[in-house]
């Protein structure tokens, strides 16, 4: 499964791939993963990853019949990646998190919708029934998306995040998946 997608800008057409992970993107990923942690204070990024974990967890993805893990590519590099994990015990296998970053150049064209309609598509298709996700609380613009495909608060923690002496609350939310 591998989308290719143009959207029209101003700069002519913007142009990228979304498609699974594989383990051979590791080392990029992990790159991408440190350059979002850059751009944002709200992603909670395992920063001591190495290749070999990273390549670990997206076998994990792959082996996994109720978890994917997308990378978003343009210009040949990656850009932002989306993931649905599927909870592996059998009393909760019918859970999923859902979990999407992208680089800021990429924000306001859609890729988010699109990524949230790909990992629902998924989950209609692999018995999972409720999509849970955490947002922090002031990313109103993430919440605004969710919210767009049914997502409905839960719950709250708080202090979530502490960030260069600031606490951030984080949202808890989840939609039922209509089945296929």
């Not at 070999?52 to 343009?74: A, D, G, M, R, T």
């Not at 989950?123 to 919210?147: D, G, M, P, R």
Request: glycine share 4%.
């Amino acid at each position: 499964m591998a989308l290719a997608i143009e959207i029209p800008c101003e700069d002519g057409n913007l142009e990228f791939i979304v498609r699974p992970a594989e383990t051979s993107d590791s080392r990029g990923l992990i790159y991408l993963l440190q350059e979002l942690e850059q751009e944002t204070e709200y992603l909670v990024i395992d920063r001591y990853m190495d290749v070999e974990q990273q390549k670990s967890l997206i076998h994990q993805y792959n082996q996994s019949i109720n978890s994917i893990y997308l990378v978003i590519e343009s210009d040949d590099q990656f850009v932002g990646i989306a993931t649905l994990a599927g909870n592996q015990h059998p009393l909760q296998s019918h859970r999923a998190t859902l979990g999407i970053a992208l680089l800021e150049d990429y924000w306001g064209y859609g890729i988010g919708s699109l990524l949230v309609e790909e990992l629902l598509d998924f989950a209609a298709h692999s018995n999972i029934e409720i999509i849970t996700l955490e947002v922090v609380s002031e990313n109103i613009k993430a919440i605004n998306l969710y919210k767009k495909y049914e997502f409905k608060e839960v719950g709250r923690f708080s202090n979530y995040l502490k960030y260069k002496h600031l606490t951030y609350d984080a949202v808890l939310m989840e939609r039922m998946v209509d089945p296929e």
